[in-house]
């Protein structure tokens, strides 16, 4: 698994991204490639926190645009710790 973070409009263009290249909605009944904003884990500064398989990362297009997101501080790579911290505090 790989964690990331990042503000909710970052996170939305990313989403509507990948959505667009990867045909989503599809006739299959996958809406979106990753949980909407409005309902995503927040942390006390209120930024986005992500898990995915590290094959997600993999995929056409989310291949060249994290590294491109990465390296502009546009999206912040975390541990596990840092993610599940969030999670759980969420869920208090």
Known sequence: MRYFRATAAVYEQARAALDAAWGLP????TATCIEPSATAPRDAQGRIVLAVDDSFCAYTVAVD???QLLASAAVEEIDR???MAVVNASAE
Do not use: I, W
């Open 65 to 67: 645009l994290l590294p």
């Open 81 to 83: 710790e840092a993610y």
């Open 26 to 29: 599809n006739d299959k009944g």
